[in-house]
């Protein structure tokens, strides 16, 4: 890993070397494709992005022609072939779901008509649901349910951003945007149409004073989409926010449906 990560590094400070390392760059995407190579990985409580890996897959888009690729009676025009093989990677993908080689899928995955980019990890058992959308090098934990239209927002400009987490066990219900770098931290249950960005004030309601913080929902945290008074110079305006309303119970089964979560707070959903 190493002599890849200083080959593709030297290509990236000076594109006169990037030619010459395209069997590296190549390599690293494949690596990236299998699993075996991720954008970010957790060590410990926290979370390293490998800026050099982002920096590859920047490259793997210069180096690569456009090209007429046909699947079937589908034709597409990009730089970039699709996944293959799904069967033997014991992922079910369910027309007309699009998986962009050099992502992760892992065994267990359900793919309904959906897109994963580039870059992106979807870990074992996970549901990526019906127009839902997994940007590039967005990294997504096990037996996470991404309900319809759920957007995760994919980050490869500027390299050194980082791309949104969404760790094991959690439920992200419908409509919800989830981009800039925000980390959703295990077993955490989002409300329809929530909206994080690194901006968003995410406030904790559950106490007796709000807590205001923004870019980490905590983890078994159940929220639900709120609004907050802004002033501008034409007025005073309500922008949104997220609201953490409690805890999901250990009772609670990992696996339940979001009313399920919602029912012990009386939230209507």
Not at 54 to 82: C, N, S, W
Not at 190 to 215: F, M, N, R, W, Y
Request: with cysteine; proline share 5%.
């Amino acid at each position: 890993m190493e002599s890849l990560r200083q080959k593709i590094t030297s290509a990236w400070t000076d594109s006169s070397l990037v030619e010459a390392a395209r069997k590296e760059i190549l390599q690293t995407i494949e690596l990236l494709d299998k699993g075996e190579l991720r954008v970010a990985e957790r060590v410990n409580d926290e979370w390293k992005v490998n800026e050099w890996v982002k920096q590859a897959v920047l490259l793997y888009f210069r180096i690569m022609k456009m090209q007429t690729m046909e699947y079937g009676p589908l034709e597409f025009h990009d730089k970039i072939p699709l996944k293959k093989n799904y069967a033997s990677l014991n992922v079910r993908v369910v027309p007309h779901a699009v998986a962009r080689y050099g992502s992760y899928l892992a065994p267990g995955v359900i793919m309904m008509p959906s897109y994963v980019n580039i870059g992106a990890y979807v870990d074992e058992q996970t549901m990526v649901d019906t127009w839902a959308t997994v940007g590039s090098c967005a990294q997504i934990g096990k037996r996470v349910h991404l309900s319809g239209g759920v957007g995760i927002g994919g980050v490869l400009e500027p390299v050194q951003a980082s791309p949104v987490i969404v760790e094991d066990d959690c439920f992200i219900g419908s409509r919800c945007i989830i981009v800039e770098g925000v980390r959703v931290c295990e077993q955490a249950v989002l409300g329809a149409g929530v909206v994080l960005t690194s901006s968003t004030k995410i406030i904790d309601v559950s106490g007796s004073q709000p807590v205001e913080t923004k870019g980490k929902i905590p983890p078994r945290s159940v929220v639900i989409p709120g609004s907050i008074p802004k002033k501008f110079p034409a007025g005073e305006y309500q922008v949104p926010c997220a609201l953490i309303i409690g805890e999901r119970k250990e009772s609670t089964d990992k696996k339940t449906s979001l009313n399920d979560a919602l029912r012990d707070f009386a939230v209507s959903i």
